[in-house]
């Protein structure tokens, strides 16, 4: 059974940090491209950042300078670091899982975990 279960998710002041996790279980994570998304009330669902089998990371424009995305292969975790968080950062994120590329709809989806930055 596939599981991909968030973390870390809470409310912070504008300038604050976070640290999310996405522990994985069910398949053959370091084979995976991991990725995490945000959907914030009334907008479409983003992708901001991934990091590929070989550790790539990439970022949205939005959140470049500021997140990192980090993975665990031991450990079948995924990180990712919140800096100099904004009132726009508000959002629930999602961590996912696509076989192989970071490339197209996830296979895999976590249930999401609530970030709020405070003014």
């Known amino acids: 059974q596939v599981q991909l279960t968030e973390a870390g998710g809470s409310s912070v002041e504008a300038g604050g940090s976070l640290r999310l996790s996405c522990s994985a279980s069910g398949f053959v994570f370091r084979t995976y491209c991991m990725s995490w998304f945000r959907q914030a009330p009334g907008k479409e669902r983003e992708e901001i950042a991934n990091i590929d089998i070989d550790g790539n990371p990439k970022y949205a424009d939005s959140v470049k300078g500021r997140f990192a995305i980090s993975r665990d292969n031991a450990k079948s975790t995924v990180h990712l670091q919140l800096d100099s968080l904004k009132p726009a950062d508000t959002a629930i994120y999602y961590c996912?899982?696509?076989?192989?590329?970071?490339?197209?709809?996830?296979?895999?989806w976590g249930q999401g975990t609530q970030v709020t930055v405070a003014d």
């Open positions: 996912a899982a696509q076989v192989f590329a970071c490339l197209g709809e996830p296979s895999y």
